[in-house]
């Protein structure tokens, strides 16, 4: 069921259900951090695995309410961007049962800048465990009509609140240890915006081996159809030439001789590229499309989190591009 009606949220949420919930990055799979059994239902809805741990969302109540000692270190920072796109690593408390960490020390908060998502929380005695409303592996959804498709079977209720406004995941910084922060994910809000809040900021982000941040698996965020990463869109498509190929490019795109052309932003505006990405790459991830071609766009400001969700979402062993 899909709708607006935050009592009927908030009821489901009370009696142990899950609900979809939206936010300005991506649409969130939630239920009450505090319930072990609730919390088991998002990982089983997902397919995703225990060892994947889930980000708690709060309302500035629950902030006040429920002791989570920020690390003075991370404090400005927050204040500066919550609600928004960034999650901070902290020590976890006691009071987040393991489940939610899968059994890490550590755990991910985050205050969502959504006025639906806003409005239930504080509503809620209890802050809201949610990963990403997806599918484990596959890409993000930026709708409530991405949630009903294809976890709307298994989800007791979607909170409609219209696009996500953003359209990358938060990112992450870890505080683990307070004097040397931590980038784990790129994501929506910018690394310079996190500088001048945390000055001696480290990137930390291999991918597959690091099990402190499984969102930074290779081969996240991936389409069905095969996907090819590029800077050269034109040597993808002579190399490609007899597949039917849907490109997504960024700024004038040309008018390729593709089966779809899809531009990021017709204007070269970065944050309107990351607002349409993963409904793009839902529109050409269909089956009458071969191939998704996709470019690598500027790499500063959010092209950083672009680029980084585009090579992860790549296929990566080439055989399975030449069976194609
Ligand atoms: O924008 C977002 O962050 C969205 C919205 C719904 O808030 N959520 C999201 O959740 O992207 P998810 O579960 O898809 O990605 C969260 C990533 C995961 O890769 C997870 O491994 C990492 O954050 N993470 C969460 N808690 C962690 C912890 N305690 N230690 C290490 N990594 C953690
Ligand atoms: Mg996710």
Same mark, same amino acid.
């Given at each position: 069921?899909?709708?607006t009606?935050?009592?009927?949220a ?11 919930i939206?936010t ?8 009450n951090a505090?319930?072990?059994k609730?919390?088991l ?9 225990h ?7 709060v309302?500035? %109540?629950?902030?006040d309410?429920f @002791?989570?000692?920020?690390p003075v270190?991370?404090?400005?920072l927050?204040?500066h961007?919550?609600p928004?796109p960034l ?7 006691d009071?987040i049962?393991?489940? $939610?960490?899968?059994g890490?020390n550590?755990v991910?908060l985050?205050m969502?800048d959504?006025?639906?998502?806003? !409005?239930?929380?504080?509503q809620l005695p209890?802050?809201?465990a949610a990963p990403s409303a997806?599918?484990?592996k ?5 709708t409530a009509s991405h $949630?009903e498709d ?5 989800? @007791?209720y979607?909170?409609d609140g219209?696009?996500s ?7 992450? $910084?870890s ?6 922060p931590?980038v784990?994910r790129?994501?929506?809000l910018?690394?310079?915006?996190i500088?001048?809040?945390a !000055?001696n900021l480290?990137?930390?982000?291999q ?8 969102g930074?698996?290779?081969?996240h965020y ?7 990463f590029t @800077?050269?869109?034109e ?6 030439a007899?597949?039917?190929?849907a $490109?997504i490019?960024f700024q004038?795109?040309e008018?390729?001789p !593709?089966a ?7 204007r070269g505006?970065?944050r ?7 409904r793009?790459?839902r ?7 071969d191939?998704?071609v !996709? ?11 672009i680029?980084?969700?585009?090579? %992860?979402? %790549?296929?990566?062993v080439?055989?399975?591009?030449? @069976?194609?």
């Open positions: 069921m899909t709708g009606d935050l009592d009927e908030r009821r489901f949420l009370e009696a142990g259900k899950l609900v979809a939206p300005e990055t991506v649409y969130g799979l939630a239920a505090l319930d072990e609730a919390v239902r998002i990982f089983q809805a997902k397919n995703r695995p060892f994947d741990p889930l980000i708690v969302h309302s500035n %109540r629950q902030l309410e @002791d989570f000692h920020i270190e991370a404090r400005e927050a204040a961007h919550w928004g999650t901070l690593l902290i020590q976890k408390p009071f049962p393991d489940i $939610v960490c899968s890490l550590m991910g985050r969502p959504h006025p639906l998502t806003l !409005a239930l929380l504080e209890f802050p809201l997806n599918p484990f596959y890409v993000s959804p930026t $949630v294809q976890l709307g079977s298994r989800v @007791d979607i909170l219209g696009p406004t953003v359209g990358l995941e938060s990112t992450i $910084v505080f683990e240890d307070p004097d040397n931590k784990l790129l994501g929506g910018p690394l310079d915006a500088r001048e809040f !000055a480290e990137l930390d982000l991918s597959g081996s690091n099990p402190s941040a499984p930074q698996m290779e081969q991936a389409t069905r159809t095969p996907l090819v @800077d050269d869109i040597s993808a498509l002579d190399e490609y007899d597949k039917r190929i $490109v490019g004038e795109l008018n390729y !593709a779809l052309n899809m531009d990021l932003s017709p505006d970065l309107e590229a990351a607002k349409n990405l993963f793009m790459l529109e050409a991830d269909r089956p009458d499309i191939l998704i !996709a470019v690598r766009v500027p790499n500063h400001g959010l092209g950083m989190a680029n980084d969700r585009l090579s %992860r979402a %790549r296929t990566h080439s055989n399975d591009l030449q @069976d194609l």
